[in-house]
């Protein structure tokens, strides 16, 4: 089992979608990304920031999670990130209206000493120079680098990003996001000029529409489990980061079979995330229902064939 390191911001969501929207709520990229961690059992370290408006009861929630807040700055007299998104009536697509950067413009992270040799990163969502920092700290080369990042960073920080991207194993991005970042429509296309831009291994979040995943000529695809009830997609993508990166960290196995079984892992602790606001799922989330998730994910997936 391998050490997890976890950057990304600990934030107030604000979200619309067509079934309701919520005042300043428990978000940010590394909180799902822990939240979903957490369920592998793993030794996961959250690094960030705070403002002092941040809620002791959010900060106990995630320890509560076993997640180590060593790492997590906070700053009494400034604020939290906060974030506004109003989901489009499909729920796929969404309009950022606010980002309020606060603490994070200024943030200079530390990893947390015992955590400079973990073999698994997780460079959640934020600063492209943030992500960097963190990867400059560690004192062994990791055995796995995961980077996540969205269209705020691709248009405000694009050569930072791209000098990040760089020095990381597997770069986790949306459709969009990846048409955004290559200039490219073919998703195909896209993951190709992502491979040559340094990560061995590219993955297409295609929200209800799954998941690719590319390696070199390999291509795998996860579907999307069929849902009832969709809520919120808010921290999807980064619940699917967290599982996926909490799987590997548990099996410590990066073949492409086994990070095959990441993004299905992935996949099914991203399904419950939509089911509520915010993170109100994943909190209360047992493990015999992650069990049986993937399981269905099985399912929904397999069937013999005879070619006539
Ligand atoms: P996701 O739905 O997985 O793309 O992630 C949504 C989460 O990302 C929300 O909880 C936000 O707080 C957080 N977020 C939104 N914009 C940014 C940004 N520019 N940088 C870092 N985190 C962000």
Redesign the pocket.
């Known amino acids: 089992m391998g050490k997890l390191v976890i950057v990304?911001?600990l934030?107030f969501?604000a979200i619309e979608t067509p079934f309701g929207k919520t005042d300043s709520i428990l978000?940010?990229?590394a909180?799902?990304i822990g939240l979903a961690a957490s369920h592998f059992n793993i030794d996961a370290a959250a690094v960030s920031v705070v403002g002092g408006d941040f809620p002791q009861e959010y900060m106990d929630l995630l320890s509560s999670k076993n997640i180590d807040l060593s790492g997590v700055e906070i700053i009494k007299e400034g604020k939290t990130?906060f974030?506004k998104?109003r989901y489009h009536n499909d729920m796929n697509t969404r309009d950022?209206l606010v980002?309020e950067l606060n603490t994070l413009a200024d943030f200079d992270p530390t990893v947390p000493s015992e955590y400079k040799n973990a073999e698994f990163v997780m460079l959640g969502?934020?600063h492209p120079l943030i992500q960097a920092s963190v990867l400059d700290q560690m004192s062994e080369t990791p055995k796995l680098v995961i980077l996540d990042t969205?269209n705020?960073?691709i248009d405000n920080t694009y050569d930072d990003l791209l000098t990040v991207i760089k020095r990381v194993d597997v770069l986790t991005i949306?459709d969009e996001e990846a048409r955004q970042l290559t200039g490219e429509y073919s998703l195909v296309v896209a993951a190709r000029k992502i491979h040559d831009m340094g990560p061995e291994y590219v993955v297409i979040k295609k929200g209800e529409h799954g998941a690719l995943l590319f390696h070199n000529k390999h291509v795998f695809y996860a579907p999307a489990l069929p849902l009832e009830e969709i809520f919120d997609?808010?921290?999807?993508?980064?619940?699917f980061a967290g599982g996926f990166a909490g799987y590997l960290a548990k099996t410590g196995d990066i073949s492409f079979d086994n990070i095959k079984n990441a993004i299905i892992y992935g996949s099914a602790l991203a399904s419950f995330c939509v089911e509520r606001f915010g993170t109100e799922r994943m909190i209360h989330l047992e493990r015999s229902e992650v069990h049986d998730r993937v399981m269905q994910f099985k399912q929904l997936t397999q069937f013999n064939i005879e070619l006539t």
């Not at 997609?233 to 619940?239: K, L, R, S």
């Open positions: 990304g911001t934030a969501d978000g940010g990229a909180t799902f990130f974030w998104g950022t980002t969502n934020l969205m705020f960073w949306n997609p808010t921290g999807a993508g980064d619940t």
